[in-house]
């Protein structure tokens, strides 16, 4: 027997398994430097763009990702605020927003989470809501008639900067750059029209060249005007691999390149069984987040095979229209079938990918904040345990089974060698 042991919320779940298995995880390389230092040392050598270039600046606005993403903004901000200090730039002229895309609005208490305590007293802290109308300013098309509907804090104020996460993304191929403003500080007529775009055979996981979403997004940062990131390619242990600072596009582009190196796994054929976990939270806090998981398992699973699903979950789907468009079918082809017909929604454009995935391959759920009425909607099969799983995915697997174990599935781009 071998062991099996997954991140699960803040915490992890294991289990037996009567196979040797493959691990399929992003890169464990020893670090060059402490989180704290790389950090510095991007900043201190930026790409593309420097922080000089907006001295003088009366009013600056910082904007960052809510609990759904792991940006480290405890390590980020300090150094970038002593940066702005030297320039003559007091915390007191400094906004934080909290892009929350067409997430719900963050709580004053998730501020503290995010910035710790002393950060939260010293600096003004807002959230997006992008269904707040006064709070957000119209600023024409993009060339693919995108409207830009932004939050009015960011869009208003002298200097812009952007923190964020370099992950994988599903159909902007990563996250990170412009994304943070574009889709986090986004209206919802702005996120819709830039989403309706994932059927766009360029839009796919960890392609960026001819992507008409990365393309939107880069086009909506540069009508803004942004003037300054900070990305972090993060491991498995939420270290950071690398940062790099300056030019929205530029430096974003060469985070790419060593996110590549550090988040592309290649698999030499794909799993009878892929056992994954979105990589506990807050990349497990919903179902919504989790899909992403699911397709990326989806790619090293071999057509026909079956998915375990390790995910807590403990704000259970996390989307209404997620649910309700899964309720539109009894089958995966259904409910692709049925989206095709309807107006594009965010909430319900997860139903398409998640459909995809069960297209492929049988799931089956491991989490405490999906019941089984839920899951039987999401059109998977529920266990109560890792254990149960691995009881229930053994009854049909072949006599040497190919297995693979993803840990890290939401931050793991797998490439078949095929």
Known sequence: MFQVKLPYGKGYVSAQIPYKYETISISEEPLQHSSSEEIVRAIKNPIGASLSDIKGAKNVVIATSDLTRPVPNKLILPPLLSELEAL??????????????????????????????????EIKIISHDAWDKENLVYMGTTSRGTPIVLNKYFVEADAKIVIGVLDPHQFAGFSGGAKGVAIGLGGEELVRANHAMLIHPGATLGNIEGNPVREDID????????????????????????????????AHRAGIEVARKVLQIEVNEPGDLVIASGGGFPKDINLYQVQKALLHAAIAVKKGGTIILAAECKEGVGEERF???????????????????????????????????????????????????????????????LQEAIDIASRKLPKNPKVLVMPKASSTIPILKS
């Open 323 to 385: 649910t309700n468009t899964m309720k539109l079918g009894k089958t995966p082809q259904e409910i692709l079938d049925k989206f095709a017909k309807m107006e594009f929604r965010v909430g319900a454009h997860k139903a398409y990918l998640w459909g995809r995935s069960l297209l492929k391959a049988r799931v089956i759920l491991v989490s405490e904040g999906i019941n089984e009425d839920t899951a039987k909607i999401m059109q998977v099969e529920k266990a109560q345990n």
């Open 219 to 250: 086009e909506i940062g540069g009508k803004v005007g942004i003037d300054f990131i900070v990305n972090v390619i993060l491991n498995s242990r939420k270290e950071v691999v690398r940062a790099v600072a300056g030019h929205y596009i530029e």
């Open 88 to 121: 003559g730039i007091k915390k007191e002229q400094v906004t934080l927003i909290i892009g929350t895309g067409l997430h719900r609005v963050s709580t004053p208490e998730e501020f503290v989470d995010l910035v710790g305590e002393e950060l939260a007293r």
